[in-house]
């Protein structure tokens, strides 16, 4: 357990999201001497500072000052840049995900004999509950907050928080209360918590005192390569959410990614379950889909009486679609838990999200919540906000925000999901994170018109203008670039949208990361769903139903 009371912690970067505020305040709660240091400065973060509620302010030298209050909180920030000799005097060194495991500092601290945390390791080692860790490349919001929808039909004060939930780790803790309690102080060691878990925030958790009682990787897609010298330098970040787990405790894996056999070499002590959308092998346990036979109901619906071209002979003819059940298997037995009825609605959704509700039943499943309870909570399952969110609905368009749609691979699943709904038209491009655009590429050279194309300009956006160029999608125009949403809704708003299309889908979905023009991908998504607020009427043709994300909000 972390020694805390009357430590000098240094926090590495207060950042605007909160995981910074939430380390400080929790420090700060157990005794701790805290220093907050950050390269932005005083200006730039005067909302995150804003945040301790302390009013009192004494300037000790250019870009650092003390804040104290009346009841004896003192918090010491050094901004705008960092200094070698805080990560010398400081006995704990806590790193925000946006530090690169190559900093000069860190090495300095390293040196020094310090003990560097983040936000993970504090949380495993200070809370006794049952925790259910999720990472991927994709899906991985999406299945904790699902996981958590079905731990709430026998845990109702069950949470998710992490990565992108909005709620930082260590201000999860303060959320499980029981009597008053919070889960540090022990009265409430019962209630299981659901963590987004990021690879930044993995990459420490091989020091963990304990890993997590149930562990999910949804999938490894490539990402973050701006950040890891290629991607088995990120699968490695993410094997450590099992380095620490025992072998009562379990693991999720998906037996469809070809990653699954690097987590496997690794040779996890856990007790290992998969997903697939095939039959398992001997030997696996876990959830699989299944083709299943059509109920005599089912069979008798889909017949029909046809004639022959003569008009003299009938013929009976029939047509039934494929379909498949869930299954469980475990220890050799199959059996099913969920209907092909239950598929199909799942499958609506997408197939990526057909991988998170496995994913999410399952683990929910081994944490002791039955198949029919889980069944029960489906109609009811979150649409999670900034995710292929439907924020608009008109007579004959949808708008989607997927601004938390950061690669590729998350575009092209959004462009198959939304693209049988009518003509889509993409806005898309951003931020590069080192990652290859040629998949995505060839996805839009076969599902979205030229014309339909909108490109926010930005370093990932010049590597797909050059791949689409490739591919020769640009024959008789040129590539619609834009340096603002603002300007792109202009321009969709002249289009005309409803009358030329019988259905039209605008998806808002970038395949790239935000930083050239928004804070995040959540201040990005928040602006578009601004704008949609403004023009929503106009592109429409007259507004049916709007749900604005994070907001009650409905027009119709």
Same mark, same amino acid.
Request: with cysteine.
């Given at each position: 357990?972390? %020694?805390? !009371?009357? $430590?000098?912690?240094?926090?590495?970067?207060?950042?605007?999201?909160? #995981?910074?505020?939430?380390?400080?305040?929790?420090?700060?709660?157990?005794?701790?001497?805290?220093?907050?240091?950050?390269?932005?400065?005083?200006?730039?973060?005067?909302?995150?500072?804003?945040?301790?509620?302390?009013?009192?302010?004494?300037?000790?030298?250019?870009?650092?000052?003390?804040?104290?209050?009346?009841?004896? %909180?003192? +918090?010491?920030?050094?901004?705008?840049?960092?200094?070698?000799?805080?990560?010398?005097?400081?006995?704990?060194?806590?790193?925000?995900?946006?530090?690169?495991?190559?900093?000069?500092?860190?090495?300095?601290?390293?040196?020094?004999?310090?003990?560097?945390?983040?936000?993970?390791?504090?949380?495993?080692?200070?809370?006794?509950?049952?925790?259910?860790?999720?990472?991927?490349?994709?899906?991985?919001?999406?299945?904790?907050?699902?996981?958590?929808?079905?731990?709430?039909?026998?845990? %109702?004060?069950?949470?998710?928080?992490?990565?992108?939930?909005?709620? @930082?780790?260590?201000?999860?803790?303060?959320?499980?209360?029981?009597?008053?309690?919070? @889960?540090?102080?022990?009265?409430?060691?019962?209630?299981?918590?659901?963590?987004?878990?990021?690879?930044?925030?993995?990459?420490?958790?091989?020091?963990?005192?304990?890993?997590?009682?149930?562990?999910?990787?949804?999938?490894?897609?490539?990402?973050?390569?701006?950040?890891?010298?290629?991607?088995?330098?990120?699968?490695?970040?993410?094997? =450590?959410?099992?380095? !620490?787990?025992?072998?009562?405790?379990?693991?999720?894996?998906?037996?469809?990614?070809?990653?699954? $056999?690097?987590?496997?070499? /690794?040779?996890?002590?856990?007790?290992?379950?998969?997903?697939?959308?095939?039959?398992?092998?001997?030997?696996?346990?876990?959830?699989? +889909?299944?083709?299943?036979?059509?109920?005599?109901?089912?069979?008798?619906?889909?017949?029909?009486?046809?004639?022959?071209?003569?008009?003299?002979? /009938?013929?009976?003819?029939?047509?039934?679609?494929?379909?498949?059940?869930?299954?469980?298997?475990?220890?050799? $037995?199959?059996?099913?838990?969920?209907?092909?009825?239950?598929?199909?609605?799942?499958?609506?959704?997408?197939?990526?999200?057909?991988?998170?509700?496995?994913?999410?039943?399952?683990?929910?499943?081994?944490?002791?919540?039955?198949?029919?309870?889980?069944?029960? !909570?489906? *109609?009811?399952?979150?649409?999670?906000?900034? !995710?292929? *969110?439907?924020?608009?609905?008109?007579?004959?368009?949808?708008?989607?925000?997927?601004?938390?749609?950061?690669?590729?691979?998350?575009?092209?699943?959004?462009?198959?999901?939304?693209?049988?709904?009518?003509?889509?038209?993409?806005?898309?491009?951003?931020?590069?994170?080192?990652?290859?655009?040629?998949?995505?590429?060839?996805?839009?050279?076969?599902?979205?018109?030229? *014309?339909?194309?909108?490109?926010?300009?930005?370093?990932?956006?010049?590597?797909?203008?050059?791949?689409?160029?490739?591919?020769?999608?640009?024959?008789?125009?040129?590539?619609?670039?834009? *340096?603002?949403?603002?300007?792109?809704?202009?321009?969709?708003?002249?289009? =005309?949208?409803?009358?030329?299309?019988?259905?039209?889908?605008?998806?808002?979905?970038?395949?790239?990361?935000?930083?050239?023009?928004?804070?995040?991908?959540?201040?990005?998504?928040?602006?578009?769903?601004?704008?949609?607020?403004?023009? #929503?009427?106009?592109?429409?043709?007259?507004?049916?139903?709007?749900?604005?994300?994070?907001?009650?909000?409905?027009?119709?």
């Amino acid at each position: 357990m972390l %020694k805390v !009371r009357g $430590k000098k912690v240094l926090i590495m970067g207060l950042g605007t999201l909160g #995981g910074g505020i939430a380390s400080a305040k929790w420090f700060l709660s157990h005794g701790a001497k805290v220093t907050v240091t950050d390269l932005r400065t005083e200006r730039e973060l005067k909302s995150s500072i804003g945040e301790f509620h302390l009013s009192k302010k004494k300037v000790v030298g250019k870009g650092v000052m003390t804040r104290h209050n009346t009841r004896g %909180k003192t +918090v010491r920030f050094v901004l705008g840049r960092h200094r070698a000799e805080d990560f010398k005097e400081n006995d704990i060194i806590v790193v925000n995900p946006a530090v690169p495991r190559e900093s000069p500092y860190l090495a300095i601290a390293k040196k020094a004999g310090k003990t560097i945390v983040n936000d993970a390791k504090i949380f495993f080692d200070a809370v006794p509950n049952p925790i259910i860790a999720v990472t991927g490349t994709r899906g991985k919001t999406t299945t904790t907050n699902w996981i958590a929808h079905f731990l709430k039909s026998r845990h %109702k004060n069950s949470i998710a928080g992490g990565n992108s939930s909005r709620v @930082a780790l260590l201000s999860v803790i303060g959320k499980l209360s029981s009597g008053g309690g919070s @889960a540090f102080d022990g009265k409430d060691k019962k209630t299981p918590v659901v963590l987004e878990l990021s690879s930044w925030q993995l990459e420490l958790l091989d020091e963990a005192r304990r890993g997590p009682d149930v562990a999910v990787i949804t999938n490894i897609f490539p990402d973050h390569l701006n950040r890891y010298t290629n991607v088995r330098d990120y699968a490695s970040a993410k094997a =450590n959410i099992f380095s !620490r787990q025992t072998p009562s405790q379990k693991l999720i894996l998906n037996l469809d990614n070809p990653w699954t $056999k690097f987590f496997l070499s /690794k040779r996890p002590k856990s007790e290992k379950y998969f997903i697939s959308f095939k039959k398992l092998p001997t030997g696996r346990n876990g959830l699989c +889909v299944l083709p299943a036979i059509p109920s005599r109901h089912e069979a008798i619906k889909n017949m029909g009486i046809g004639a022959s071209k003569g008009g003299t002979e /009938k013929v009976l003819c029939y047509s039934i679609a494929p379909q498949e059940e869930i299954a469980f298997v475990y220890r050799g $037995k199959t059996r099913q838990v969920f209907s092909s009825k239950m598929v199909r609605k799942i499958k609506t959704l997408g197939e990526h999200n057909m991988y998170n509700f496995l994913a999410a039943a399952l683990a929910a499943h081994l944490m002791g919540i039955s198949w029919g309870a889980i069944e029960k !909570r489906v *109609e009811t399952l979150p649409q999670i906000p900034l !995710r292929q *969110e439907v924020i608009l609905r008109g007579k004959n368009l949808l708008v989607v925000n997927d601004s938390a749609g950061t690669s590729p691979d998350a575009t092209i699943a959004a462009i198959r999901r939304f693209k049988n709904q009518g003509n889509i038209i993409l806005i898309t491009g951003g931020t590069d994170k080192n990652l290859e655009f040629k998949g995505l590429a060839r996805e839009i050279q076969e599902s979205i018109a030229p *014309e339909h194309l909108f490109l926010l300009d930005g370093s990932a956006t010049k590597k797909l203008i050059s791949e689409l160029k490739r591919v020769r999608y640009f024959k008789n125009t040129k590539p619609r670039l834009f *340096e603002s949403l603002q300007e792109i809704m202009q321009s969709l708003r002249n289009m =005309n949208l409803v009358r030329i299309y019988e259905n039209a889908v605008v998806l808002f979905s970038p395949g790239a990361a935000s930083f050239e023009k928004f804070k995040n991908e959540f201040d990005r998504g928040e602006q578009f769903n601004t704008l949609i607020k403004r023009y #929503g009427s106009e592109l429409a043709g007259g507004l049916t139903f709007l749900r604005l994300s994070g907001s009650k909000e409905h027009w119709r």
